[in-house]
């Protein structure tokens, strides 16, 4: 059964760089799967960031793309997310997620880590 | 981008009843592209259904999807405590590539 972990700072100073890791365990970053972030302010609903494949392709939302990069990580079985430039606005609990067997949708998910942006 | 607007925001029901949650695309979509998600406080998103009508691993028959074109619904019979949660659809094909609807919170009193 495939595993998903979010760690990252837990807080980061506005015009920082939010970064972020998703650890995988229980499946290998090289299938053929899409490997997705999403973002949830507090109390509020859900918003897709991006999504990368392991040959490198990418797709990103067009709301977020001149911040974002997903990159598959250098070692282990691992994704990153990076968001430059933060504001208020990008505080949210950050998710990464599995798309399931068919495509189309977000079969697997990460526990989800909360990210602050204050000084 | 493909907008999905949820109905109710809010639906409070007794256990053993039924629950219909509706959600409106902006424009048509591919059944097979329409998805739903439970979340409970403090939890990740948990996929209900895909392609609008299967069931995901593990999700009792209680939970049963259908629609077409534009409109998405989800229904949840006999309802059980557990059942409180946000239910959001999705879709998937536009730009972006996934958009999720803005919620709808399923009370169980």
């Known amino acids: 059964q495939v595993q998903l972990q979010e760690s990252g700072p837990g807080l980061v100073k506005p015009l920082g760089t939010l970064s972020l890791i998703c650890d995988v365990s229980g499946d290998s970053i090289y299938n053929d799967w899409w490997w997705s972030w999403v973002r949830q302010p507090p109390g509020k609903g859900l918003e897709w960031i991006g999504e990368i494949h392991h040959s490198g392709r990418t797709h990103y939302n067009p709301s977020l793309k001149s911040r974002v990069t997903i990159s598959i990580g250098n070692s282990n079985n691992q994704f990153s997310l990076n968001v430059d430039s933060v504001t208020a606005a990008d505080t949210a609990v950050y998710f990464c997620a599995r798309d399931s067997s068919g495509r189309y949708s977000l079969g697997h998910w990460g526990q989800g880590t909360l990210i602050t942006v204050s000084s | 981008e493909i907008v999905l607007t949820q109905s109710p925001g809010t639906l409070s029901l007794s256990p053993g009843e039924r629950a219909t949650l509706s959600c409106r695309a902006s424009?048509?979509?591919?059944?097979?592209?329409l998805a739903w998600y439970q979340q409970k406080v403090g939890q990740a998103p948990r996929l209900l259904i895909y392609?609008?009508?299967s069931r995901a691993t593990g999700i009792p028959d209680r939970f049963s999807g259908s629609g077409s074109g534009t409109d998405l619904t989800l229904t949840i019979s006999r309802l059980e405590p557990e059942d409180s949660a946000v239910y959001y659809c999705q879709q998937w094909g536009g730009s972006p590539l996934y958009t999720f609807g803005q919620g709808t919170k399923l009370e169980i009193k």
């Open positions: 424009q048509r979509v591919n059944s097979m592209y």
């Open positions: 392609g609008t009508s």
